[in-house]
């Protein structure tokens, strides 16, 4: 929805390696947040954006980094994977629009990425 | 901090009949968004419904409708005329108001909803 895509969309890793997944929008979105998915937790913040090279950590942040060099992709980097990263992800760009006189602001996800680390 | 509780793991309703999700929250804000989301098993997350805390009237989209009572923290989503294809996962979510904010969503951990036919 709302011209995003999340690449890849299944990867299977070993502990220890390096993973990055990229989301990618075209609707020139400000902000963008990533999530990751576990049984039992619902949905929880990892990193989010507020622009180009601007980013800061969310609840769950540790074992990840993120990087925004253009406005279109928001790229999350586990740099060396754990069985515990083992997750469903999901980015999600805020997106505003206009409700009467109001600007409304509401997230759209992705399509979401299952990463499983053996 | 804040929080969402959504009590109820499970739930189960008769096709054509009315069910009602419980969601709770809690916070010191007096200004937020509340929001219902539905994740069939593609995993896509589908906003449903949203509620601004500033609004009485509690918000309807065709079959969805909301039960916000502010005081007591509650917002409950009600299904009216239960189909086959409402049997998926529902969360439901918070988000502050306000510049100072990070602008991310604050989820409970799901309600699994079937339908019997």
Known sequence: ?118 | AQTVTQSQPEMSVQEAETVTLSCTYDTSESDYYLFWYKQPPSRQMILVIRQEAYKQQNATENRFSVNFQKAAKSFSLKISDSQLGDAVMYFCAYRSWGRGSQGNLIFGKGTKLSVKP
């Open chain 1, 1 to 118: 929805d709302a011209g995003i895509t999340q690449s890849p969309r299944h990867k299977v890793t070993e502990t220890g390696t390096p993973v990055t997944l990229r989301c990618h929008q075209t609707e020139n979105h400000r902000y963008m947040y990533w999530y990751r998915q576990d049984p039992g937790h619902g949905l929880r913040l990892i990193h989010y954006s507020y622009g180009v090279k601007d980013t800061d950590k969310g609840e769950v942040s540790d074992g990840y980094s993120v990087s925004r060099s253009k406005t279109e992709d928001f790229l999350l980097t586990l740099e060396s994977a754990t069985s515990s990263q083992t997750s469903v992800y999901f980015c999600a760009p805020r997106t505003g629009r206009l409700a009467g006189s109001d600007v409304t602001y509401e997230q759209y996800f992705g399509p979401g990425t299952r990463l499983t680390v053996t």
